[in-house]
Structure formats: structure tokens, C-alpha cells
């Protein structure tokens, strides 16, 4: 039994290396071709030039996915946002460092020592996992959801294969459920993405216009330069998804709605209502309604609390 224990750990173990090296592969050839736009567009605008890494982005990581189904490889999600974080602090320490004030050179190393302490955090944290008892266990869909209710919004999540109390959603990026226990992290960690590639897309349009690598021809441009466009065009196309990400969420507390109860409303009996047809007619229709909204500020204080 222990050497089957300690074979499975090993395997595990390795799985986990594996998935990471994937996952590195992954972010350098993203990184790579969206770095060759610039270097055959550069006399393109830079809003064509991320319409066109947008959809490079989605071509890139698509067939990606396909090459690795194909040879029966997995890339690791965690692992690639990490990894990506750190591409972005490499080309920002080795490149646009040079051209950014000591106050904005400390405040960007604190933001990103802050998302990496913060994703640590997360993938480890337990989202309130609840142990289902007889009530969850057995019974049908509706009885189930019912019981889960009662108990505090508690909703099963297929990924995890557990229950998890507050349940928003599950997250790949972070490879853990969203959930009471750790919903005000996910929370912070979105806004220090949001404010960390803000503050390199602003260090590096400074040096991009310091050292005048909009205007130069190909011939004139470098790799540096190249893989400092690459990496504000990726992180542009980052704010742009993560920003309405954001907001969606805001608008979910402020009104006190998970995203998986949005999603899936007529699952939970609390959030259905019958509304009788006119008369003469016996038929009824299913609306929403919240039960859970206390208004805004009676939401965010639910949420902060």
C-alpha cells in the first residue's frame, strides 16, 4: 500500500512537471508570435495591430490546444498565468526598466510580488468546501438544490467534485473554485492584474516613445523592441477581457447574484417564480427573482463582511 502511495505521488508529481514545461512552451510561442507583429506591421496603427494579436492570440492558443489533445499532452492554466507574469517582469527588468523613475520602478516590482503572493494564496486556499451529508448526498435535482439553499448557498461544482459553500464559479486561470472563502481574493487578485499590466502598458509606451520604436522601419527595429510591443499588445488584450470580467463581478455583488445562479437559475427553487397566465388560460411562466438582494449597499456589505 505505501509503495502504491508513494508511486502514485511520484506520478502525480511528474504529471504536474510535465503540464508545467507545456505551459512554459505555450507562453514563449505566444509570446513569439505576437512579438512578429509589430516586427512586419510596424507601420500599422497600434489599434490594428491589436485587432490582428487578438485574433492571432485566439488562433495560436486553438491550435495549441489541438497539437496537445493530438499528442496527449496538458498544459497547466495556473502554471501559464504564472508563467506569463513573469515573461512580463523579465521583458519589463531587461528592457523597460532603463526609462521608468525609481518611485515607478518599486511600485511595479511590489504589484507583481503582490499577484504572485496573492495566486499563491489562492490556488492553495480551500474555496468552503462542505462535506454533503444524507440531504446532499441522495435525493433529486430539485430536492438537492433545495437542501443546498437552506444551508447557505451551497452548490456543487463538477470540476472540484465537491461542494462548495458561496459558490460563484470554477476558475481555470487559478485551478480552484471561486467560493466564500476566497471570493474577496479573487476579487483583489483581478484588480492587481488590472492595475500591474496597466502600469506596463504605461512603462512600456514610455519607452516605446522614448526610444522612437513606433516610427522605425524593420530593418531599424531590434528584438528588444519587438518583444516590448509584444508584451503591451498582450497586455492591452488582457486589460480589455479582464476589465469587463471585472465589472461583471461588481455588478454580481452589488446585487448579491453568484455567477453559476445567473447561469443556471431555474436549477434553484428561490430564484424561480411563477407568475399565473390571464385568465382563461391555465399555464403559468418562470421568472427570476432575487431572494438574496438587500440592495446595493446591504450587498457589499454582505460582501465585505
Known amino acids: 500500500m505505501a509503495e502504491t502511495d508513494d508511486r502514485r505521488t511520484r506520478d502525480a508529481r511528474t504529471n504536474s512537471i510535465g503540464r508545467c514545461i507545456v505551459s512554459c512552451i505555450s507562453v514563449f510561442l505566444t509570446q513569439f508570435t505576437l512579438a512578429l507583429i509589430p516586427r512586419f506591421l510596424y507601420t500599422s496603427p497600434l ?3 491589436l485587432a490582428l494579436s487578438a485574433l492571432v492570440f485566439v488562433v495560436v ?16 492554466a495556473p502554471a501559464f498565468v504564472v508563467i506569463s507574469i513573469i ?3 523579465v521583458v519589463y527588468v531587461t528592457v523597460v526598466r532603463e ?3 525609481l518611485w515607478t520602478d518599486v511600485l511595479f516590482h511590489g504589484e507583481v510580488a503582490m499577484l504572485i503572493i496573492g495566486l499563491c494564496s489562492i490556488f492553495n486556499r480551500d474555496p468552503g468546501r462542505v462535506t454533503p451529508g444524507p440531504s446532499l448526498s441522495s435525493g433529486s435535482v430539485s430536492e438537492v438544490s433545495e437542501t443546498s439553499s437552506l444551508m447557505g448557498r451551497v452548490r456543487y461544482c463538477r470540476s472540484c467534485e465537491a461542494y462548495i459553500k458561496g459558490f460563484d464559479h470554477h476558475c481555470p486561470a487559478f485551478g480552484n473554485c471561486i467560493g466564500q472563502n476566497n471570493h474577496f481574493l479573487f476579487m483583489a487578485l483581478l484588480a492587481g492584474f488590472l492595475i500591474t499590466e496597466s502600469s506596463f502598458v504605461a512603462c512600456s509606451s514610455k519607452f516605446a516613445s522614448k526610444s522612437s520604436i513606433l516610427y522605425q522601419t524593420r530593418l531599424e527595429s531590434n528584438l528588444a523592441a519587438d518583444l516590448v510591443i509584444g508584451g503591451l499588445l498582450f497586455s492591452l488584450l488582457q486589460l480589455l477581457w479582464q476589465g469587463i470580467f471585472f465589472m461583471w463581478h461588481i455588478y454580481c455583488i452589488c446585487f448579491n447574484i453568484k455567477t453559476d445562479e445567473w447561469i443556471n437559475w431555474e436549477k434553484y427553487p428561490e430564484f424561480q417564480h411563477q407568475v399565473k397566465s390571464e385568465q382563461g388560460q391555465s399555464s403559468t411562466t418562470l421568472t427570476f427573482q432575487n431572494p438574496y438582494d438587500k440592495g446595493i449597499l446591504g450587498n457589499i456589505r454582505e460582501f465585505l463582511s
Open 99 to 101: 526609462v521608468v523613475p
Open 61 to 76: 492558443v486553438g491550435l495549441g490546444g489541438r497539437c496537445r489533445r493530438a499528442l496527449g499532452v496538458y498544459a497547466s
Open 87 to 89: 515573461y512580463v517582469w
Open 47 to 49: 489599434s490594428i495591430q
